[in-house]
Structure formats: structure tokens, C-alpha cells
């Protein structure tokens, strides 16, 4: 249709004649509004076009061949992991923020004589804030399961044969999720800067100053130096807290996007 045909069209009065229900009105209304500012309904025809035109080039699944429709494999439940993973992230993201009021991430002295800003913080978390401990431990727990949850879809898909042709760019989308999921458990842990933290850290740059030749770069530019400081937690604290939930949470929705248009795999 074109924008010369809808302009002259008058949605309103058809609205009104037809005998509809308020949510359909008001859902209905709401389109044409849209629709007339950003020509949505085009877009949406092109794209319903283009995923269909997508779709059609895939090659049928084990269940369409087979005529399986909601038969066993719909409901096996390891193809939840995929989706189990994807709900702790969420816990984990929601928790976080919340962290995220009360944590400081400073190497200063704190008040108490012994240890920084970032582990008064802490501590101040568990003892003193109402329900800090729990907020704090549903943001561990959930980044552990996310943990295993990711592996154990892996091996899922592995021994199902999903990562086969045309699934081979989701599998390697997943490699890049799983190191990312490291990644994000790994700066987590230091963030505290307690004992754990800081030997986890210490560990970190010895293994970035063992790389041949780039050692010592990549040491200066994930810990901002050969020994723990302000710069170590700051870039550990902007990576956690910023870059990677940013790419993480792009990343997961195109993994499931494709999953999406390509229709889940079964056992081959
Ligand atoms: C943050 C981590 C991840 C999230 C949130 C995630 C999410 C999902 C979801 C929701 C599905 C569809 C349901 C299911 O199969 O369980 C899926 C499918 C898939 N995932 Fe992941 N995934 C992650 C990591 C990985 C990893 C590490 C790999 C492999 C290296 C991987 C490879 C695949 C493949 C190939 C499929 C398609 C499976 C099929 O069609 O049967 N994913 N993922």
C-alpha cells in the first residue's frame, strides 16, 4: 500500500463503525498513530517477507520432516538450558544494578583500618543494609548457575549435533557467550577486593606477564600495571558493570535471534 492510499484513507471513521473491544480499539488506534508518523505496518510486512524468504532457503527440521509437531522433542527438557542460562543472566543483570547503588569500587583506605572503600562497601552490604546479604548472594548464586548452566548447554548442543550445518555461526557465537561468561565472573570476583580477590587478581597478572612477547602489554592494559592497584579495580569495575553487559546482552539476543529464525535442532 502506499503512503498516498493510507493518507487518504480515514482510519478513525472506520474505527468507529466497527464493533470492537477497548483493547482492540485502543491497540488498533495506537497502530494507525504510529503508523501514519513511521510507516511501522510497511516495515513489519517487509520483514514478516524477509524472515518467511529466510526461512524457506533453511532446510527442514528433523521434526517437519518426520511431522513430530509437539511430540517429544519440543519439550526435552535439556533445551531449556538455553533458556535457564538466559533467566540467571537476567537475575544476575537485575541483582547487580541493585549492588550497584551501594558498592564503590575504591582502593582508598576505608575507615576501619583495615582494608579499602570497595570492602567497607562490602561488608556494609552484608551487615548493616536491610537484605543486602540476600541481594548479594542471589547475584552469586545466580552468576554460578549462569556459569554452569551455559556449559551444560554446550554440551548439549554438542552431543544433539546442533552446532552441525546451518547452526555452525550460533556455535561459534556460543564460544565467544561462554568466554564472555568467564570474563564476567572472573573481574566480578575481584570487586570485593578481599583476600580472594586479590590473589585471583595477583594470578591474573602473572599469567598476562607469562604471554610471549605482548606480556607485559596486556598486563598494563587488563590490570593497568604488574601489581594490583586503583587502575586494576577501576578497569575491573567498568568492564563488569558497563562494556560487558552492552555486548553480552547484544550478543545473547542475536544468539536466540537465530535460533529463532532457524528453528531449534534435533538429534542428528
Ligand atoms: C550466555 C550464554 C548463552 C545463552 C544465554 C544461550 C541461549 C540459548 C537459547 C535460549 C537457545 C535455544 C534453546 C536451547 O537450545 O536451549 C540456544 C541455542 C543454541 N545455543 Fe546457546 N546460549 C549460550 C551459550 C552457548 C554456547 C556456549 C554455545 C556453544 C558453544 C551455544 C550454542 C548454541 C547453539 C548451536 C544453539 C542452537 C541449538 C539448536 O538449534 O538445537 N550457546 N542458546
Do not use: C
Amino acid at each position: 500500500m502506499s503512503l498516498q492510499k493510507k493518507d487518504e484513507y480515514d482510519h478513525n471513521a472506520w474505527l468507529q463503525e466497527k464493533d470492537l473491544t477497548p483493547v482492540e480499539k485502543t491497540f488498533l488506534t495506537a497502530l494507525v498513530w504510529l503508523d501514519k508518523r513511521f510507516r511501522i505496518v510497511d516495515y513489519l510486512e517487509l520483514l514478516e517477507t524477509l524472515y518467511y524468504r529466510v526461512n524457506l532457503q533453511m532446510p527442514k527440521s528433523h521434526t517437519e520432516q518426520y511431522d513430530l509437531d509437539n511430540k517429544f522433542w519440543y519439550w526435552y527438557p535439556l533445551y531449556t538450558l538455553g533458556f535457564f542460562s538466559t533467566l540467571a543472566y537476567v537475575v544476575a543483570a537485575i541483582s547487580g544494578a541493585l549492588l550497584g547503588f551501594y558498592y564503590t569500587p575504591s582502593n582508598a583506605a576505608g575507615t576501619a583500618a583495615t582494608g579499602s572503600v570497595a570492602y567497607e562497601q562490602i561488608t556494609f552490604i552484608m551487615t548493616d543494609l536491610q537484605f543486602g546479604f540476600m541481594l548479594r548472594s542471589i547475584h552469586r548464586w545466580s552468576a554460578q548457575v549462569m556459569t554452569a548452566a551455559v556449559f551444560l548447554h554446550m554440551l548439549r548442543v554438542y552431543f544433539t549435533g546442533a552446532y552441525k550445518e546451518p547452526r555452525e555461526l550460533n556455535w561459534l557465537l556460543g564460544i565467544v557467550l561462554i568466554s564472555l561468561t568467564m570474563v564476567f565472573g572472573y573481574t566480578g570476583y575481584l570487586l570485593p577486593w578481599d583476600q580472594l580477590a586479590f590473589w585471583a587478581g595477583q594470578i591474573g597478572v602473572e599469567m598476562s606477564l607469562s604471554i610471549p612477547l605482548a606480556g607485559e602489554w596486556i598486563a598494563q592494559l587488563i590490570f593497568g600495571g604488574f601489581s594490583l592497584s586503583q587502575s586494576t579495580l577501576i578497569r575491573m569495575y567498568i568492564l563488569h558493570v558497563f562494556l560487558l553487559p552492552f555486548v553480552v546482552t547484544s550478543l545473547i539476543a542475536i544468539h536466540i535471534g537465530i535460533v529463532w529464525v532457524q528453528g531449534i535442532a534435533e538429534p542428528h
